[in-house]
């Protein structure tokens, strides 16, 4: 039986330039025969509509169009719905830092991308569920969903930043690097109170801290941990400052060559599950370079949950 793909297209990606790429794969289905419908994204979260209905309908393989961003919409589509059978999710990177390509060994190409999907080789991976309040004061609660990591701290500051502007006109390596510099600058060091595995924890003069599947933090900086596709767990990266702020900041090229656990304030550690309490002056939760909402928010390991073509 032939696969039945959706391709979930956003063409606000890498600065608006994904609307040519999408053209471009459309027209590379058709020249292989696919059977497959589209759906171009039109403002935010579309991808997490699109993709629940999609699921609902009982597409094989949901193909996810545009930057990390829109990856983590499409797996938080594709876990809304309630179904016995859930599509496998495909990738064709068209944003600006592929880290959910990398860290899964998926082409970074269009064509090599596309040549993977009509393969249909695949493999499982864990999936993180994050519980965290719509509004600041409280309020709704939303469940979302995240393949690669979540952060808290200055972490937020920067994908605002970079997001906004900066990747914009600098490109994704310095444009992210002048977000968190300038994110850097006027930033208070607070004490965050989470519980890990429901063990009570307080991180003193916390700058940031990463729940993550994937070792590629964002933009070229990684850490090195332990951590397996399908293992079950999370790594838990802390950044806390112990020392002067010049020390600190001439650590910071260690983020991009994966040794920054040589700085004193930096450690990890290994969880399936964690919970973040509010913290009023740095409330925002951050997932796959996307602000989702605000603290507190309960994050929790699916394990072995999606399949993924690679």
């Known amino acids: 039986m032939s696969k039945k793909y959706f391709l979930i297209i956003n063409p606000t990606a890498h600065s608006g330039r994904a609307r040519r790429d999408g053209e471009k794969i459309i027209a590379l289905f058709k020249e292989r025969g696919a059977d ?16 629940h209905q999609a699921t609902c309908k009982g597409y094989q393989i ?33 944003g600006t830092s592929p880290d959910f390509n990398k860290n899964h060994g998926i082409a970074l190409d269009i064509e090599g991308a596309a040549e993977a999907l009509f393969s249909n080789n695949t493999k499982i991976i864990d999936i993180g ?16 969903f995240f393949a690669s990591n979540a952060n808290f701290g200055v972490g937020p500051l920067v994908v605002g930043k970079s997001n906004s502007r900066y990747r914009k006109y600098l490109g994704d390596f310095l444009g992210t690097l002048t977000a968190l510099l300038v994110s850097l600058v006027g930033f208070r060091k607070v004490d965050f109170s989470v519980e890990i595995e ?113």
């Open 36 to 51: 497959f419908d589209f759906e171009w994204t039109k403002k935010k979260e579309d991808a997490i509509s699109i993709a």
């Open 62 to 94: 949901l193909v996810a169009i545009g930057g990390d961003g829109t990856i983590c919409e499409v797996i938080s589509g594709i876990f809304a719905a309630e179904v016995t059978s859930r599509p496998k999710l495909g990738v064709i990177h068209v």
């Open 129 to 144: 569920k994050v519980t965290y309040r719509q509004d600041l004061e409280g309020g709704q609660q939303r469940i979302g």
């Open 198 to 310: 429901g063990k009570k924890r307080t991180f003193n003069k916390l700058i940031n801290l990463t729940v993550g599947k994937d070792p590629y933090i964002g933009s070229g900086m990684r850490i090195f941990s332990e951590i397996k596709p399908d293992d079950g767990k999370f790594y838990i990266f802390s950044i806390e400052r112990k020392t002067s702020w010049s020390k600190f900041l001439m650590s910071i090229p260690k983020l991009y060559n994966g040794n920054f656990l040589e700085y004193s304030g930096a450690a990890l550690q290994y969880a399936s599950e964690i919970t973040i309490n509010a913290c009023p002056q740095y409330p925002f939760i951050e997932c796959d370079g996307d602000i989702k909402g605000y603290l507190p928010a309960k994050i929790e390991i699916l394990p072995k949950a999606l399949a993924i073509v690679v």
